[in-house]
Every structure is written in structure tokens, then in C-alpha cells.
């Protein structure tokens, strides 16, 4: 008897990897263009106190097409 027949992880996880490989680029690309813009002009504590946020900020950015159903194309590719 084979309890792991209906698991299958190797085709089913192809198209779930681009996107997740592309969350940490849109957040770092979020907090670069926040530090060129206002890494100099605000004060350290503020800096620091709103990265947090912006960071959260690229999360959405990539959220909202993910869930418009840019998934599924990922999904049609693989």
C-alpha cells in the first residue's frame, strides 16, 4: 500500500518557483529605489523606521498581479 501515491511535488512545483524566485526581487528593487530617492535625504532613525514598510510595499506590488493571474501563466508555461 502506498500512502504517497497521490503527492506528486516534481511537476506540480514548476510553475510555483518563478514566482517565488521573483518575490525577493521586486522587494530589494522596492528598497533600492527607496534608498536612492530618500536614503539621503531622511534622517537615519526615519530611514530605517520606513524600510520595514517599503519593504512590505514590494510584497504587494507582487501580490496584486499574482492574484490578477499572472500565477497562471507561470502555470501555462510549465
Do not use: H
Not at 528593487?29 to 526615519?46: D, F, M, S
Amino acid at each position: 500500500m502506498d500512502i504517497f501515491s497521490g503527492i506528486s511535488l516534481g511537476g506540480s512545483l514548476l510553475y510555483f518557483i518563478p514566482p517565488m524566485l521573483l518575490l525577493p526581487v521586486v522587494m530589494v528593487v522596492c528598497t533600492a529605489i527607496y534608498k536612492v530617492l530618500l536614503g539621503n535625504i531622511l534622517p537615519t532613525k526615519i530611514y530605517n523606521l520606513l524600510l520595514g514598510p517599503i519593504a512590505l510595499l514590494g510584497f504587494f506590488i507582487w501580490a496584486i498581479p499574482m492574484n490578477m493571474g499572472f500565477y497562471e501563466f507561470f502555470r501555462a508555461i510549465f
